[in-house]
C-alpha cells in the first residue's frame, strides 16, 4: 500500500486520516483500494467501538483526482468505454464501478458510530464519503458540495440516494444540479452536517471518546436502529427496536453500566 490512507486503533478508537495533503486528499485508485479496504477491516473488528474519518492537511477531500476526469475523457476520446455496465461486467469497460459505493456501504456496516470530521473542502466523492458516516462535525468555513454536474457527470457513491435523506429531495436536486457549495454553517443549518466546530477532529474524539464509555451492546443497538430508521416503516423500527432492548437488558455490560452509574466510576465492560 501506498499509504494514502492511515489508520490506527487506540482505545477502541479508529482513526482513519485521508493521507494526500499536496492533492487536498483528492481521491485517486490508491485511495479508492486503501480506503475499501480499510473500511472493510473495521466493519469487521469487534473490538473497535466508534470510527473518527479525517484529511491530513488544509482539507478534508476535495474529491476525484483531476487525472481521473482526464483520463475517462481521454479514453472516451479514444473510443473506449471507461465502465462497464454494472449489470453486465462482462460486456467490456476499463473499470468495474461501484468502488466508490462499496466504501461507502462498508463505513455503513460498521456497528459503531462513525464520526467525519471535516475541515477545508469536502466536495463530490469527498462529501459522499462523509455521508457514509453517522455525524459529521464541521468548520464554519468548510466548503460542502456535490460538483459532479460540472464534468457532466453524476455522483456514483451514494449520493443521490443518501443526501436526500438529509436534506430532502428538493434542497438534494438543488445541490446536485446547481453544484454549489455550502459553508459548514449553511449545512448544519440545511440538515447535511451534525454541528459548526473550531476542531471537528479534536471534538469527534471527544465525541467517540464518550462512545466508547459507553455500554458496547446499546451502542450496537442505537447505531443499528438510527440507520434502520432510514429505510424502514415506523412499525419495522419499532419492532426492532424491541428486539434489540429485549438482547441487552440484563446482560453483564448492562447491569454494568447500571452499577457505573450509582457508583461515580470507570466502566469495566466484557464486549
Not at 483520463?71 to 472516451?76: P, Q, V
Not at 432492548?245 to 450509582?262: C, H, K, L, S, W
Amino acid at each position: 500500500m501506498s499509504n494514502v490512507v492511515e489508520c490506527d486503533i487506540v482505545d477502541a478508537i479508529a482513526d482513519v486520516r485521508l493521507n494526500r495533503p499536496e492533492k487536498r486528499n483528492a481521491i485517486n485508485d490508491a485511495m479508492f483500494d486503501e480506503l475499501l479496504a480499510v473500511a472493510t477491516r473495521l466493519a469487521g473488528d469487534a473490538s473497535v467501538r466508534a470510527v473518527v474519518l479525517s484529511g491530513v492537511g488544509h482539507g478534508f477531500c476535495a474529491g476525484l483526482d483531476f487525472d481521473q476526469f482526464r483520463a475517462f475523457a481521454a479514453e472516451g476520446e479514444a473510443g473506449e468505454k471507461p465502465f462497464a455496465d454494472p449489470g453486465d461486467p462482462a460486456a467490456g469497460g476499463r473499470r468495474i464501478p461501484g468502488r466508490g459505493q462499496r466504501i461507502v456501504s462498508a463505513l455503513r456496516a460498521a456497528d459503531v458510530p462513525v464520526v467525519a470530521a471535516v475541515h477545508g473542502a469536502a466536495i463530490g466523492g469527498g462529501l459522499q464519503l462523509t455521508l457514509g458516516a453517522d455525524l459529521r462535525f464541521v468548520t464554519a468555513d468548510a466548503k460542502l458540495g456535490l460538483r459532479e454536474i460540472e464534468f457532466g457527470i453524476t455522483p456514483d457513491m451514494g449520493g443521490t440516494q443518501l443526501l436526500p435523506r438529509l436534506v430532502g429531495s428538493d434542497v438534494a436536486m438543488d445541490l446536485i444540479l446547481s453544484g454549489r457549495l455550502l459553508s459548514g454553517t449553511e449545512a448544519v443549518a440545511a440538515g447535511l452536517a451534525t454541528r459548526v466546530c473550531a476542531d471537528p477532529r479534536a471534538e469527534a474524539f471527544a465525541f467517540a471518546r464518550m462512545v466508547a464509555g459507553r455500554n458496547p451492546l446499546a451502542v450496537r443497538g442505537v447505531t443499528s436502529l438510527l440507520r434502520t430508521s432510514l429505510t424502514a416503516t415506523v412499525e419495522e423500527g419499532m419492532a426492532a427496536e424491541l428486539r434489540v432492548m429485549a438482547a441487552n437488558i440484563g446482560t453483564p455490560d448492562q447491569a454494568e453500566a447500571t452499577r457505573v452509574y450509582f457508583e461515580r466510576r470507570a466502566p469495566v465492560f466484557r464486549a
